[in-house]
């Protein structure tokens, strides 16, 4: 600790709300900074970069459920290029904005089908293309509901 402040690398168990946090890795003039853990209680865990407090950079985000994102993050987001591998089966790989497929990717379903093409907020929207199971094929505009 230098001038009241956490320097250096350390574990800080700290609750938000209602939530809480273990973070293990570096600080810098108390805040959470460098390549870090961040642990918390429903069991969702965060390994990345941290900036400001928050992941901001790359990482790995495992889910309570299961479910597993490599990629960017911002602001504690998933942000940029990453994937998100889901423990039912299927992915998806491509661009993300504020934590939603956001651009361009591909997303495989649990029942096999396939979908590349753009995304808002995590629908297909714009131009894309389905590949289902039975073989039917589908290229064309996207409206997300």
Request: with cysteine.
């Amino acid at each position: 600790m230098k001038n009241n402040r956490f320097n250096g690398h350390g574990t800080y168990t700290y609750k938000e709300g209602k939530n809480q946090k273990t973070y293990i890795g570096k600080f810098l003039d108390g805040g959470k900074t460098g390549w870090g853990t961040m642990t918390y209680k429903n069991g969702d865990k965060a390994e990345a970069e941290f900036k400001n407090g928050k992941c901001n950079g790359t990482g790995k985000c495992w889910k309570y459920n299961g479910d597993l994102y490599e990629g960017g993050f911002k602001d504690n987001f998933y942000n940029g290029k990453g994937k998100l591998t889901y423990k039912a089966g299927g992915y998806y790989n491509g661009d993300w904005k504020e934590g939603f497929a956001t651009g361009n990717g591909e997303k495989k379903f649990q029942s096999t089908d396939f979908y590349k093409g753009e995304f808002v907020k995590g629908k297909p929207d714009g131009y894309g293309t389905c590949e289902y199971k039975n073989g039917n094929k589908y290229a064309g505009q996207w409206k997300a509901n």
